[in-house]
């Protein structure tokens, strides 16, 4: 009766270490790694100039000093139809990928 008490024990054990390894492995890490990289990026962001043109080449718009530019994928049902940044004062801007708009460096 022992024997099976301990293997019965083991079990467990080794089914609790295998829930606390996926946890750290897939959540804890992966969070981690993002808050990093979000610190990261608040003091290694770029210096963007987006520029929005009219269809004729017309400078519509530009804002400076923008740190980063979002937008959707590639595909799938995720797939974002515009791309949106915020600027230096905060403030938030969408523009739809309708748009023509040039991110350069400065």
């Given at each position: 009766?022992s024997?099976i008490?301990?293997?019965?024990?083991m079990?467990?054990?080794v089914?609790?270490?295998?829930?606390?390894?996926?946890?750290?492995f897939?959540?804890f890490n992966?969070e981690?790694?993002?808050q990093i990289?979000?610190?990261?990026?608040?003091?290694?962001g770029?210096n963007?100039?987006?520029?929005?043109?009219?269809?004729?080449?017309?400078?519509?718009?530009q804002?400076?000093?923008?740190s980063?530019?979002t937008s959707?994928?590639?595909g799938?049902?995720?797939?974002?139809n515009?791309?949106?940044?915020?600027?230096?004062?905060?403030?938030y801007?969408?523009?739809?990928?309708?748009v023509?708009?040039?991110a350069?460096?400065e």
């Amino acid at each position: 009766m022992s024997k099976i008490k301990v293997i019965f024990s083991m079990i467990i054990i080794v089914v609790v270490m295998a829930v606390f390894g996926w946890l750290y492995f897939f959540y804890f890490n992966v969070e981690r790694s993002n808050q990093i990289r979000r610190s990261i990026d608040k003091y290694t962001g770029q210096n963007l100039t987006i520029s929005v043109f009219s269809l004729n080449g017309q400078l519509i718009k530009q804002w400076k000093n923008v740190s980063k530019v979002t937008s959707g994928s590639a595909g799938g049902a995720d797939q974002r139809n515009y791309t949106y940044f915020y600027t230096k004062e905060g403030k938030y801007v969408q523009l739809p990928n309708s748009v023509y708009y040039i991110a350069e460096e400065e």
